[in-house]
């Protein structure tokens, strides 16, 4: 089960709606948080600062970098002091940390201590150097952390259903056994989706997930849990039946296929999360 959530902040609208989820989820779960700011290195002692100071016709002043570091401090401190307040505030056990560093690696490394991840889809350091197809922060963390990854829109709704987007690979059968915990711990009704034309796979993939509800699990069985079959396109038939606004969170195994073929096709996972206006929890 989840005891530990990492929030990634930047004091950005979006980071904020994190902040929500975080607090509404680790209530549900009786879990503590993390409040995380990292300080980009690329803003201290990156390139941009010494082109943008040789664009002007003069070189750094002594001190120059110090005083950068000290502003973003400030900055971060201010953040951090926002995010202990709010979860005091609601009652959450909480503590904040601040890190120096390129941002996708810090919360990689920091996530490896918690059990849940738990990010902004875009933050106030977005840019398209982090990470591939989706061009974020999320993207990076979501491929390389081994964690839990819960990927937030940028308006908060109550999370009172949940659905499973299942195509039995490993990854899948793992969020499988973590969505039927999470339904069952918090009274959400879980609908799993199998997206297939071939009904040999559907009926196997049912049989699958009802074995794991049923016999692969040390909790009990849950009894609100529906298979529906659908056929098309992965990532249009997932972000279809999100629109229909059935549930409130979708969880996935995240990135699937390979590389190669994401570069030319593109990724699922990727386009699942830049156009869900719900949570998207994802695992590798």
């Not at 975080?22 to 941009?48: F, H």
């Not at 899948?172 to 034309?197: E, G």
Request: proline share 4%; net charge negative.
């Amino acid at each position: 089960m989840i005891k530990k959530i990492l929030i990634p902040t930047d004091g950005s609208a979006n980071s904020l709606t994190a902040l929500e989820y975080g607090i509404y989820i680790a209530r549900k779960l009786e879990a503590s948080m993390t409040g995380l700011y990292v300080i980009d290195i690329n803003l201290i002692q990156g390139p941009m600062l010494t082109d943008i100071s040789g664009s002007v016709g003069m070189p750094p002043y002594e001190g120059f970098f110090e005083a950068i570091e000290k502003s973003l401090d400030e900055k971060a401190e201010f953040i951090l002091k926002g995010f202990r307040e709010r979860c005091q505030k609601s009652g959450i056990k909480a503590e904040t940390k601040k890190v120096i560093g390129k941002i996708s690696s810090v919360i990689i490394e920091e996530g490896q201590n918690t059990d849940l991840i738990l990010m902004a889809k875009k933050g106030e350091n977005f840019h398209l150097k982090e990470g591939g197809l989706l061009g974020s922060v999320a993207e990076a963390v979501t491929r390389n952390s081994g964690k839990p990854v819960l990927v937030t829109p940028e308006k908060f709704v109550e999370i009172e259903s949940m659905a499973l987007a299942f195509d039995g690979s490993v990854s899948a059968t793992k969020a499988l056994d973590l969505s039927l915990t999470l339904s069952q711990h918090n009274a959400w009704p879980l609908t799993v989706i199998v997206i297939t034309s071939d009904s040999k796979k559907a009926a196997a993939l049912i049989t699958q997930v009802e074995e794991t509800n049923q016999k692969d699990r040390a909790e009990p069985p849950i009894t609100d849990c529906v298979t529906i079959i659908l056929a098309g396109k992965e990532s249009e038939e997932i972000i279809k039946f999100i629109r229909e606004g059935a549930v409130e969170l979708m969880v996935m195994g995240a990135y699937g296929h390979n590389r190669l073929r994401e570069l030319f096709l593109g990724s699922t996972t990727s386009q699942v999360i830049r156009k869900s206006p719900i949570p998207v929890l994802l695992i590798r």
